[in-house]
């Protein structure tokens, strides 16, 4: 096979249209989030323990660099979920075309900038 | 039939996998929607609710299904990520057993992430 052939869609080499956008970062928050699983089931686990470690999680979580760990963790959570229903949509034909397509990819960002902003109040609150 | 298959791939098909995605997807929403709104209306929750609610056999079996769900997403995910990125046609020759080291890893994190969830939600 001739390695060198011409490949059909180079992603390096053409401007990428907003539901690209979209479609990557659906594939980084989810890389985000199988390394926020280590941190969540940590919380969990130490939650769960005892009556002095649930307490001890509970400020450890409150000191600034878990809020951000947590709210991070909670965006890419966010992002990730909202993404992943628009492919649920899709699946039922619905903004499968052009438009659709460009209008869903809109709306994932509207709707996770607004649950990530939630997340943030909800964090620090 | 003579289809190919790949033998890291979660369920060695890509139909299989399409309909794992989705199906575990749908847990873990049912799960994330259900504690978040758990732990919005009861801001001063404190251990003893914590455990009688984990305790309770219905959250038990939403917790296992939930890690499982976890497990095999994650599995799905990062083999699509992997497969897609760490190639020899982007990162030349080295790719290949790059991808399998970065794979097995995966395979191995996600196998250690599910036995610790599962002795946390199962063991209460």
Redesign the interface.
Known sequence: MNKKRPVNLDIGTIQLPITSYVSILHRVSGVVLFAAIAVFLWVLDASLSSEESFNAIKECIESTFFQLIIWASLAALAYHLVAGVRHLVMDFGVGETLEGGRLGAMIVLIAAAVLIVLAGVWVWA | MGMITNVTSFGRSGLSDWILQ?AT??V??VY?VFITVYL?TNPDM???Q??AL?SHICMKVLNVLTVVS?AIH?WI??W??LTDYVTV?LLGPKATPLRIFFQLG?IT?NLV?LI??LD??WG?
């Open positions: 989705r997807a749908v873990m929403t994330t919005l404190d251990y003893g914590w455990l984990n976890i994650a995910g990062l699509a990520v046609r995966m994190i992430y610790w969830a946390i939600v209460i």
